[in-house]
């Protein structure tokens, strides 16, 4: 494939012409663990992060994959900052280049003078330490306001091994310590980047659907084993279409991929609220197998559901989590706060456990904390992060506290 068939790759049709896809941050650092740090950090902003952790590596990269930034942190051991501004320079590379380091010390600003001699287009050096908001204002410009849709085929994700799972902390809303985490897929796509799921998930209908299914099965419990291994044991939930459940041998194929481990200590399915309203005998059933195993079944983003839900006697489920149509603003809408608090109480007086999604704003918390949900998950505690980053941050944090 030639380089111009390459760069094609990464360009996509739209009505005001072409434009690209997303764009590539080449990182050169020498330490993996900041080589790691800073490509998710630029993941979640949106760009496709490439690591070079030699000259060779940076030379090819800038001979095939055409980044649309070069990271240079001078924290590197072995790697000559004016060596890399001079194959810069070599390459005619065309690219946006970040500097990160003390901007007041003499190697800073004499690389800086050299990468303007060399006609280099520098972006403003990123002081350290730095925070996320301090790399988003560098790179904003660099990334597009709103990234197209990619047409995506879940087989092929499949098969190529783009799938990955993130994981949501779900927080005590009375400690703020961490209860569990929910486990979301995400696509690693290697020209769009991280793809959510609205982008590839299929219908139920859909042959694929069951793969998709089944990978997430075979994923958590890898996961959990990592997650035990570097920062303890964690409750983690998945999501399941309740369709899932009809087939006969399905419980028992859940069940036989259980952590043989002393500290695993079950698993919780979420269905969709409006599944399980549409197929209340299912869901019920299901309910009941599952507690057999020690798998609790998750009423998800319930609303207007509840009313429904609320004339059932059996309930054998093991949570209702509230949602986040609900939860976001709730804390200044009358109404949404007494759509909440109904779910709560019907909850309550099943002996039921509640979750509020989407909690992105103080404010939203104490209201949500005010009727009286045990648990919350959204932006406000964090948002959904690779397994390393979550074991990572689990690890440091063992109490989330809300930011004022």
């Known amino acids: 494939?030639?380089?111009?068939?390459?760069?094609?790759?990464?360009?996509?049709?739209?009505?005001?012409?072409?434009?690209?896809?997303?764009?590539?941050?080449?990182?050169?650092?020498?330490?993996?663990?900041?080589?790691?740090?800073?490509?998710?950090?630029l993941e979640e902003l949106g760009f496709i992060p490439l690591a070079c952790a030699t000259l060779e590596d940076l030379d090819a990269s800038l001979r095939f994959d055409f980044p649309d930034m070069v990271v240079i942190s001078f924290s590197m051991n072995g790697l000559s900052v004016p060596g890399i501004l001079n194959l810069l320079a070599m390459r005619t590379c065309a690219a946006k280049v970040l500097l990160i380091g003390p901007p007041d010390a003499p190697a800073v600003k004499a690389d800086r003078e050299l990468g303007e001699n060399l006609a280099l287009d520098l972006l403003p050096v990123l002081s350290t330490p730095f925070s996320d908001r301090d790399l988003r204002a560098r790179v904003a410009a660099l990334v597009p306001a709103e990234p197209l849709s990619p047409p995506v085929d879940v087989a092929e994700a499949l098969g190529a091994g783009w799938l990955e799972l993130w994981y949501q902390p779900k927080i005590n809303a009375r400690s703020l310590s961490l209860s569990g985490a929910e486990a979301l897929i995400r696509m690693r796509h290697p020209n769009w980047g991280i793809v959510?799921?609205?982008?590839?998930?299929?219908?139920?209908?859909?042959?694929?659907?069951?793969?998709?299914?089944?990978?997430?099965?075979?994923?958590?419990f890898q996961d959990w084993r990592y997650l035990v291994a570097k920062s303890g044991s964690i409750h983690i939930s998945i999501n399941l279409p309740l369709a899932f459940f009809t087939?006969?041998?399905?419980?028992?194929?859940?069940?036989?991929?259980?952590?043989?481990?002393?500290a695993f200590d079950g698993l919780t399915v979420e269905v969709g609220g409006?599944?399980?309203?549409?197929?209340?005998?299912?869901?019920?059933?299901?309910?009941?197998?599952?507690?057999?195993?020690?798998?609790?079944?998750?009423?998800?983003?319930?609303?207007?559901?509840?009313?429904?839900?609320?004339?059932?006697?059996?309930?054998?489920?093991?949570?209702?989590?509230l949602d986040r149509k609900f939860v976001d603003g709730s804390s200044s809408a009358r109404l949404k706060r007494s759509v909440c608090r109904q779910i709560v109480d019907l909850a309550k007086s099943h002996g039921v456990k509640t979750v509020a999604e989407?909690?992105?704003?103080?404010?939203?918390?104490?209201?949500?904390?005010?009727?009286?949900?045990?648990?919350i998950q959204g932006f406000l505690f964090g948002k959904p992060m690779t397994t390393r980053k979550f074991a990572h941050n689990s690890r440091q944090r063992p109490a989330f506290a809300a930011d004022a």
């Open 196 to 220: 959510p799921p609205a982008r590839f998930i299929p219908d139920e209908g859909d042959p694929h659907f069951r793969a998709l299914s089944d990978f997430v099965i075979g994923r958590v």
């Open 274 to 321: 409006s599944e399980v309203v549409q197929n209340l005998p299912l869901a019920v059933e299901a309910a009941h197998r599952l507690r057999f195993h020690n798998i609790g079944l998750s009423i998800d983003d319930v609303g207007t559901e509840w009313s429904t839900l609320a004339a059932l006697n059996d309930f054998p489920f093991a949570e209702i989590k």
């Open 1 to 41: 494939m030639t380089d111009t068939a390459r760069q094609d790759d990464r360009i996509a049709e739209t009505p005001f012409g072409k434009r690209r896809v997303k764009p590539r941050a080449c990182i050169v650092e020498s330490k993996h663990h900041v080589r790691s740090l800073l490509s998710e950090a």
């Open 247 to 262: 087939d006969a041998n399905a419980v028992d194929d859940l069940r036989v991929q259980f952590p043989n481990h002393p």
């Open 358 to 375: 989407g909690v992105e704003t103080r404010d939203d918390f104490l209201a949500m904390h005010g009727i009286g949900v045990d648990f």
